[in-house]
């Protein structure tokens, strides 16, 4: 898709002529106010924000120009107002829907099918699709070809590395297990072990799928002399699954050898714990310099108790605003505020969220209007009591989800359907919940909300019998996934 938005960046350049103003662009308010930001996510984040104005097809090229990284919506939002037939056909088909693009034309059908839709689809529609495309774009229609034969995998080990991978890690999960859980041919993982990047990639997507459990078991004696650190990891966790634990031992230490990270190391430190259960590993742990759950959670095990909270960050503004939620709502924002935007009202993301609390500028206007208060061009988006203010009516609404603190964060990202679908987190064995944290992607932001949230409840509770132990806070995990598969 990207090689997609970078062509058409360039059509829409030829395209310019075609496009009168008499108006003088670097004279533009709006325009000045985008040359004068540096080139990056905020500038980014304005010009998108300038393209849903009521502007003219000069203005918006002019606006594009300017543009670092180019997203799907930016380019939507550009096309609407560029207003050239071509190009918004091309916007239309990256935005279509997948029954819409069974029923277009070559063209369209390659610009927004991905092989993740195409997967989905039925034999009697990918040959309807083949039959359109395999003329004018016989390389998207091979992968089809593969996607769509009897046997999957025994096409898939015979391609080139590169169709091998777009494949395999572009494929939807449910199709990865069904049709390709199998032991690789030597020749076919001599060929993808040479790519370490996406090697990495293929066991993040492999491992994290335990019905692949045929061909995770044939990656148990890979040699982790040459891959990264994560590789090295990942095959520890997947040795650990098959109680390889000797194995497993052994990736660990590679990876002490490999690196002199200290989150990393007291992570290695932890795993070595969870498959020995040698109380002096817990005690280098218990010692470490880093604030992380793994050294946290030592300490707790040690029966050592967390005495001073006063490192932990404290916003005037965030009490003030808060002076009427209980605790738990409280730590709740703290959490989500340290952990999305680490306290910095101004922060824009990549995925163009917004302010102290990271919320889409989409959400907001929605919001904004159901309550009926001013216009939303009118708010301070960025400001504390806004943002506080919208991120409380966004967690309201997802009450449902406060039994757990996984499940209240990923719904309030967005993300909820990555943990409610996925068989394999947190169900109840030896490693849990710590192989689920590993395996999930985005983990970093899950364990560190678990660690702030029991850091910040702790902290605003008074007493001691009232505070909260990470081991409650794991249980309830386990148990909400065993209640909703009762």
């Given at each position: 898709m990207r090689r997609f938005l970078l062509l058409l960046t360039f059509v829409c350049f030829i395209q310019a002529d075609e496009v009168k103003s008499t108006?003088?662009?670097?004279?533009?308010?709006?325009?000045?106010?985008?040359?004068?930001?540096?080139?990056?996510?905020?500038?980014?984040?304005?010009?998108?924000?300038?393209?849903?104005?009521?502007?003219?097809?000069?203005?918006?090229?002019?606006?594009?120009?300017?543009?670092?990284?180019?997203?799907?919506?930016?380019?939507?939002?550009?096309?609407?107002?560029?207003?050239?037939?071509?190009?918004?056909?091309?916007?239309?088909?990256?935005?279509?829907?997948?029954?819409?693009?069974?029923?277009?034309?070559?063209?369209?059908?390659?610009?927004?099918?991905?092989?993740?839709?195409?997967?989905?689809?039925?034999?009697?529609?990918?040959?309807?699709?083949?039959?359109?495309?395999?003329?004018?774009?016989?390389?998207?229609?091979?992968?089809?070809?593969?996607?769509?034969?009897?046997?999957?995998?025994?096409?898939?080990?015979?391609?080139?590395?590169?169709?091998?991978?777009?494949?395999?890690?572009?494929?939807?999960?449910?199709?990865?297990?069904?049709?390709?859980?199998?032991?690789?041919?030597?020749?076919?993982?001599?060929?993808?072990?040479?790519?370490?990047?996406?090697?990495?990639?293929?066991?993040?997507?492999?491992?994290?799928?335990?019905?692949?459990?045929?061909?995770?078991?044939?990656?148990?004696?890979?040699?982790?002399?040459?891959?990264?650190?994560?590789?090295?990891?990942?095959?520890?966790?997947?040795?650990?699954?098959?109680?390889?634990?000797?194995?497993?031992?052994?990736?660990?230490?590679?990876?002490?050898?490999?690196?002199?990270?200290k989150k990393i190391n007291d992570k290695i430190l932890f795993w070595k714990y969870l498959i020995t259960k040698d109380n002096t590993i817990l005690d280098l742990l218990a010692d470490s310099l880093d604030l992380n759950l793994y050294s946290l959670y030592a300490n707790e095990l040690l029966g050592n108790r967390l005495q001073d909270y006063n490192f932990l960050q404290r916003l005037e503004s965030f009490d003030t605003q808060l002076k009427e939620y209980n605790i738990n709502r409280v730590a709740l924002l703290y959490s989500i505020a340290k952990v999305k935007s680490n306290f910095d009202s101004n922060k824009i993301s990549e995925d163009f969220e917004i302010g102290i609390m990271q919320l889409k500028n989409g959400f907001i206007t929605n919001i904004n209007t159901i309550i009926n208060e001013n216009n939303t061009l009118s708010l301070d988006q960025f400001s504390i009591e806004n943002s506080l203010k919208f991120a409380n009516i966004h967690l309201n609404n997802l009450a449902k989800f406060d039994t757990n603190i996984l499940n209240i964060f990923l719904a309030y990202e967005g993300k909820y359907e990555l943990l409610k679908n996925n068989e394999l987190f947190f169900k109840k064995n030896t490693f849990e919940p710590f192989m689920s944290f590993e395996l999930i992607s985005n983990n970093k932001n899950l364990k560190e909300i678990i660690m702030y949230k029991y850091l910040y409840q702790n902290y605003l509770t008074k007493k001691d019998k009232d505070k909260i132990k990470l081991s409650s806070i794991f249980e309830t995990l386990i148990e909400y996934d065993h209640k909703e598969n009762e």
């Open positions: 108006q003088n662009l670097e004279d533009s308010s709006s325009i000045q106010e985008l040359l004068s930001l540096e080139k990056g996510i905020k500038r980014d984040f304005y010009i998108n924000e300038y393209l849903k104005k009521d502007i003219n097809p000069e203005e918006a090229l002019t606006a594009l120009g300017l543009v670092d990284n180019l997203k799907n919506e930016m380019f939507y939002n550009f096309a609407k107002k560029f207003k050239h037939d071509e190009t918004f056909a091309v916007a239309q088909c990256m935005n279509m829907s997948t029954k819409d693009l069974i029923d277009s034309y070559a063209d369209c059908i390659v610009i927004g099918l991905s092989l993740e839709e195409a997967s989905s689809l039925s034999s009697i529609d990918l040959d309807l699709i083949m039959q359109k495309t395999s003329e004018k774009y016989p390389l998207f229609t091979k992968k089809l070809k593969v996607i769509s034969s009897s046997i999957p995998f025994t096409k898939l080990i015979i391609l080139r590395k590169d169709d091998f991978y777009d494949i395999f890690l572009n494929v939807n999960k449910n199709f990865r297990a069904k049709y390709f859980n199998y032991k690789l041919p030597k020749r076919t993982f001599a060929k993808i072990f040479d790519d370490k990047k996406r090697f990495d990639n293929f066991l993040q997507k492999s491992l994290s799928n335990p019905k692949l459990n045929i061909l995770n078991k044939s990656l148990l004696d890979i040699d982790d002399k040459n891959l990264s650190v994560n590789s090295s990891f990942l095959l520890a966790l997947n040795a650990i699954r098959f109680n390889d634990l000797n194995k497993a031992f052994i990736y660990l230490t590679n990876i002490q050898n490999k690196t002199t990270d």
